[in-house]
């Protein structure tokens, strides 16, 4: 059975968005998916086109989709490519450089493009815009433009409405005097009154942009380039630069000479198909539902969900049923939300305003039967979300309209989100919910960074990032303190580590299944597998019952995977000290294997990354080295200076002492990576004081000992614990500590929090002066530990698990 | 449109509580065989950035990507920690000893179903 084709024109936000969703739902099993681009880049964000006019972002900055992520994901991408015949009886669509694809289902996200009003001498006589004058629609667009002001004095942009208003403020950061032309009697006309464009112009005029409404541009002056506009009235306005940003007009000729019915643009039926053919469907710009065309992102984002739904069967009777414009937006630093109609329709509309000229702020709403039906808010729009719900929802308003308009008796921000609907939407571009938000971060989110990543609120035109971080922060801040669970070393067990450990002994539990079995409550949560591994390791040592189901990836096939799934190999290198023919074998292997990338190690190991798992036995075999242990929540490495062999100003042999530490520990599971090191003398040229243990030289044979240090997404410098007065001592105690730690920690507790939380004090009460009478257990516990260890690399040779290392079984098709 | 049942071969050619590719005419499947004995077959990678799901930690039937922890129930396919990201499943059963695939795809389905 073979995939079927799906052919995608159109690799803007709505095409590519499109296919995201199709991909989200498991559809690459169904589809090979083909896309056609007009541009040669991926899908970049449209709406922060003025970023790159006014040269906050480069064009990778706002990309969305970089041309990686379509070879990643398996699709075929023309870019550069525009499509010029569709050939609906064979099914096959052709570019306009030859690239022909055969298709099962097609859709058409062609989008729109920048309308140039009729002008004279607008276009010069092969039919390209005449040089100065410019559309305002993609990144080359932009390029061009910045290009170009650099020779320009003054910029002119046709058209007040957001893009141009934008377009406009980019002139003056270029260095140009700036105009806006613009034929209606107010700015932004399609979402404010004459009140609020009037306020809108007054703002505008501040920041050094000429507006000048009702006009009517009727011709572009000069010969060869630019050099003035004249106007219906009669004026003229010197220029050499002319943007034009006076709407746009949807690509729809590709469905005009396929045979697909076109008014305005394609007509598309409820499952956004054309209305000819079941086999394609339209989405974005380009489509008319209901005899509507939409040109904000998130209808589009709505239409394409609905588009992967119905394509991929995953909801049959996926429907778009037309989207209520409302909108939040930020023109020139002044914040805006407007929905539905800018003005009464009839007396029978109920009109409640408030104005204040002086702050630029105006609020104005349109009630119709008790429900809303247009809004403004310019300046304050602190009401918009609930508001723009209320419209969206076609919700019942309260009697008392003030209250719709401002937060009286002024509550806090705890109350609004405490009051805030469930289904509230927080992003409008890309429709997520407070719900949305809230099961982001109930799954583990800790930061609005992350929710971001993973819900994509804020990813559009970013208006409500503010908000979305307020959101974050409160959840985590209601939520973090109701949980009893996160004191519970594993969510669904509730126990504490310590009462834990107490109980896994009691009743002889040595696998991890037979801990869920017998002290869970049925569940087994895969992720807590692996801390529960850990756990049983550091009880039983050599009586672990090792199911290996229980361990991550890593720890199953004894490397580092990686992005693409591959994985690194790191040989143990105690003390980052290998003897030449070592170092020559460790070539000649990443030489046979073909190694991507031979890279050195911050703990001075060397790394071979992006290999086989199929590969690893025999790697491990030609290596002939110990496991480095590089993927494990365990001992990791030692690093070291060149202590007193070399050094000028060595005090202890930190070389030698690294590599006994590394021949004592390889192989030590802990709670989270153990990353030590050893200096020789203060300097600290191998960084010991931020390391989970570090030992530093300081004469007559001393070591100190710091504990809890951390160097990397965290910074701090280790705990002195104690000063040992030999090696023996430093290893001694060096070996308490990570017992402690090993028993105490939480899973994936890093020495620096741990320390944090226990407190320096107690750790050298019981580590140093053994208050609590336990150091001789911990003690005969390390040791044992030490004893139970076996090279996992072993495995080469004898698999622990069937196809332990076979990334792909083959199988033969037969009935 | 039924497509034919392909034989993958013996059961025991995944551990239990985990998982292995197999390669099934033009496209790679993620095979599972449960702690219970059951088995489950997803897409091989995860739509979230293409982890390598077989590769994954089981959980009676939660599958967790060893990428970043994303988690999907193998039954529907459906995402437990993003709802907005789902699998297509693929019909398999044992049958003494040895393991049947259909290599037609189902993606998985709003809730209501």
Redesign the interface.
């Known amino acids: 059975m073979s995939k079927q084709r799906l052919v995608v024109v159109g690799n803007g936000m709505a095409g590519a968005r499109a296919v995201e969703e199709v991909l989200a739902r498991g559809g690459a099993e169904m589809f090979d998916i083909v896309m056609f681009g007009d541009e040669p880049y991926g899908n970049y964000n449209r709406i922060l086109l003025s970023e790159i006019l006014n040269g906050t972002q480069d064009a990778d900055g706002i990309t969305m989709n970089p041309l990686s992520w379509y070879a990643e994901n398996g699709i075929t991408l023309h870019a550069g490519h525009r499509v010029e015949k569709i050939d609906r009886a064979a099914k096959v669509v052709v570019s306009n450089r030859g690239a022909r694809e055969r298709y099962d289902k097609l859709m058409i996200a062609t989008g729109s493009r920048a309308f140039i009003p009729p002008m004279q001498g607008a276009r010069m006589e092969d039919g390209s815009l005449k040089p100065g004058v410019f559309g305002y629609r993609t990144i080359a667009d932009c390029q061009q433009i910045v290009d170009y002001a650099r020779r320009s004095k003054v910029a002119v942009t046709i058209g007040g409405g957001l893009l141009g208003l934008e377009a406009a403020r980019s002139m003056t950061v270029l260095g140009c005097e700036s105009h806006v032309v613009h034929l209606a009697g107010h700015l932004m006309e399609m979402q404010l009154d004459v009140t609020a464009g009037g306020i809108l112009k007054k703002t505008i005029e501040g920041m050094n942009i000429r507006v000048h409404t009702s006009k009517l541009t009727t011709e572009v002056l000069g010969i060869d380039k630019v050099e003035g506009l004249r106007f219906k009235d009669g004026t003229e306005l010197p220029c050499d630069l002319v943007i034009v940003a006076a709407g746009i007009r949807p690509n729809s000729e590709i469905g005009q000479f396929s045979g697909l019915t076109v008014e305005r643009a394609i007509v598309v039926n409820d499952h956004m198909q054309s209305v000819d053919d079941r086999d394609i469907y339209v989405v974005g710009e380009c489509a008319q539902h209901r005899g509507r065309l939409y040109g904000l992102v998130a209808p589009l984002y709505e239409q394409a969900k609905v588009f992967a739904e119905h394509i991929t069967r995953t909801k049959v009777d996926a429907a778009y049923h037309g989207s209520k414009l409302a909108t939040k937006l930020k023109v020139m630093g002044v914040e805006l939300a407007s929905m539905g109609i800018t003005d009464p329709a009839d007396d029978n509309d109920e009109v409640v305003q408030f104005t204040e000229p002086k702050r630029g702020t105006y609020k104005k709403l349109i009630v119709r039967d008790g429900r809303l039906v247009g809004g403004i808010l310019m300046g304050d729009i602190a009401k918009a979300p609930f508001l723009m719900q209320a419209f969206a929802q076609d919700a019942p308003l309260p009697e008392e309209r003030l209250s719709l308009m401002f937060d009286l008796g002024t509550p806090s921000a705890k109350v609004t989100y405490d009051e805030m609907p469930a289904e509230s939407q927080v992003c409008n571009c890309n429709g997520v919910t407070k719900a949305g938000i809230a099961a982001c971060v109930a799954a583990g989110a800790t930061t609005s960074k992350a929710v971001m990543t993973q819900t994509r609120a804020g990813m559009g035109c970013g208006a409500c990032k503010g908000e979305v971080t307020e959101l974050v922060s409160w959840l985590l801040g209601g939520e973090v303190e109701e949980d009893p669970s996160v004191h519970y070393y594993v969510p669904t067990i509730p126990l504490r580590k310590p009462e834990l450990m107490k109980e896994v002994v009691a009743r002889g539990l040595k696998s991890v299944s037979a801990v869920f079995r017998e002290l869970g409550n049925g569940e087994v949560d895969p992720g807590a597998k692996p801390a529960l591994a850990s756990l049983l390791i550091t009880v039983w040592k050599g009586e672990y019952d090792d199911e290996r189901d229980a361990r991550f990836i890593n720890d199953r096939v004894h490397a580092n995977i990686q992005k693409d799934g591959t994985f690194s190999v790191v040989p143990e290198m105690p003390g980052g000290v290998c003897t030449p023919d070592e170092l020559v074998r460790i070539g000649q292997v990443a030489q046979k294997y073909n190694v991507p990338l031979v890279k050195l190690t911050g703990g001075q190991r060397v790394d071979l990354v992006g290999l086989k798992k199929d590969d690893l036995p025999k790697i491990w075999s030609d290596l002939g080295f110990k496991a480095g242990y590089a993927w494990g929540k365990s001992y990791r490495t030692c690093k070291s200076c060149i202590g007193t062999d070399f050094c000028r100003f060595g005090l202890g042999d930190s070389m030698g002492f690294a590599q006994r530490i590394e021949r004592r520990y390889r192989g030590i599971d802990s709670p989270a990576k153990l990353k030590l090191a050893t200096a020789g003398c203060p300097r600290n040229c191998s960084e010991a004081y931020v390391k989970d243990v570090g030992f530093v030289a300081v004469g007559d044979g001393k070591w100190e000992i710091y504990v809890g240090g951390a160097a990397g997404a965290h910074i701090r410098k280790g705990d002195l614990l104690t000063t040992a007065q030999d090696e023996t001592e430093a290893m001694l105690i060096g070996s308490r500590f990570m017992q402690f730690y090993r028993e105490n920690a939480k899973w994936k507790e890093r020495t620096y929090t741990f320390m944090e939380r226990v407190g320096l004090e107690r750790v050298r009460a019981v580590v140093v002066e053994d208050s609590e009478g336990i150091c001789a257990d911990l003690d005969a516990a390390m040791e044992a530990s030490i004893a139970a260890t076996v090279d996992p690399w072993l495995e080469a040779v004898a698999p622990k698990t069937a196809n332990q290392f076979t990334s792909v079984i083959p199988t033969k098709e037969e009935v | ?1 039924a ?7 013996s059961v ?7 998982g ?9 499947i993620a095979v599972f065989l449960t ?1 219970e004995g059951e088995v489950y077959a ?2 091989a ?1 995860c ?1 979230h ?4 799901l077989a ?6 039937t ?3 990507c ?2 970043h ?1 994303r ?1 999907f129930d193998l039954k529907s ?1 459906c995402g437990t ?9 693929y019909p398999a059963r044992v049958s003494e000893g040895q393991i049947w695939l259909r ?3 189902t ?4 809730a209501a179903e």
């Open positions: 449109m497509s034919v049942e392909v034989l993958l071969g025991d050619q995944i551990p239990k509580g985990e292995r590719t197999f390669r099934v005419a033009d496209r790679e702690a997803t897409q990678f739509p950035r293409r982890g390598p590769d994954g930690l089981l959980g009676g939660v599958l967790m060893p990428l922890d988690t396919g920690s993003h709802e907005q990201l789902g699998l297509a499943t290599p037609e795809p993606l998985a389905r709003e």
